[in-house]
């Protein structure tokens, strides 16, 4: 069985830009959820993503928005990016989020320039 | 966001010690998992605790999920070079078990 697959592994943006990072869930897992790690921060949750709904929601500023489709992958993006944005960005998927384990791709680290 | 309470924030210890570590939170948990990360890469999954008072065993690792389901202890037995690394507590809160909070994390070096 496949794990959770990220890409790109490595991103380097201007600020200003935007991007957009992707995770493909293990098969047959329909949550997504989405952290953002720095060094003095630790994991922050962005979002959770269920059947194609976010049913969690961080406290992020709107500039991070997500979307799940129909086959489970997701997808964030974050708009007129700042330098703060630069971190480890990863996605656990489980099979429905409730009670379950998570597992975790092995993340896209963006920096911002 | 909320975070759980992790301790110790790191932890220095030589080769063939054993190594104790715990997560604390106000709230009762459902859930208990362990993590564990090596730098630049994602966390991977050590244990998974699922009712109050379960001890589970992992090789050398050994998690318990506590009685009053606020806690949970994670001991490394023998500690070797490659258990070098960021240990992260998470759990899913029995008012919200869609969500996982994760802990602050324990850092740990191995001295040979």
């Known amino acids: 069985k496949a794990g959770v697959t990220q890409t790109p592994r490595y991103l380097i943006k201007t600020r200003g830009q935007q991007v957009t990072l992707s995770c493909s869930p293990i098969?047959?897992?329909?949550?997504v959820s989405w952290y953002q790690q720095t060094p003095g921060q630790g994991l922050q949750f962005l979002f959770e993503?269920?059947?194609?709904?976010?049913?969690n929601k961080g406290n992020f500023p709107g500039r991070f928005s997500g979307r799940q489709f129909s086959n489970s992958r997701s997808e964030m993006n974050v708009s007129t990016l700042e330098l703060g944005d630069s971190a480890l960005y990863l996605c656990?998927?489980?099979?429905?989020?409730?009670?379950?384990?998570?597992?975790f791709g092995q993340g896209t680290r963006l920096t911002v320039v | 966001g909320q975070q759980l309470n992790q301790s110790p924030q790191s932890m220095f210890i030589q080769e063939g010690e054993d190594v104790s570590m715990n997560c604390t939170s106000s709230?009762?948990?459902?859930?208990w998992l362990w993590y564990k990360q090596d730098p630049g890469e994602g966390p991977v999954l050590l244990i998974a605790l699922y009712k109050a008072g379960e001890l589970t065993s992992n090789g050398r690792l050994t998690a318990q999920f506590g009685i009053t389901r606020k806690d949970s202890f994670l001991n490394i037995s023998a500690s070797i070079p490659s258990d070098v690394g960021i240990y992260f507590c998470a759990g899913r809160p029995s008012y919200n078990t869609d969500k996982l909070i994760f802990g602050t994390g324990t850092r740990l070096q191995v001295f040979p």
């Open positions: 098969s047959g897992h329909r949550s």
């Open positions: 709230s009762i948990f459902n859930t």
């Open positions: 993503y269920f059947s194609e709904t976010q049913r």
């Open positions: 656990a998927s489980s099979s429905d989020g409730l009670n379950t384990e998570a597992f």
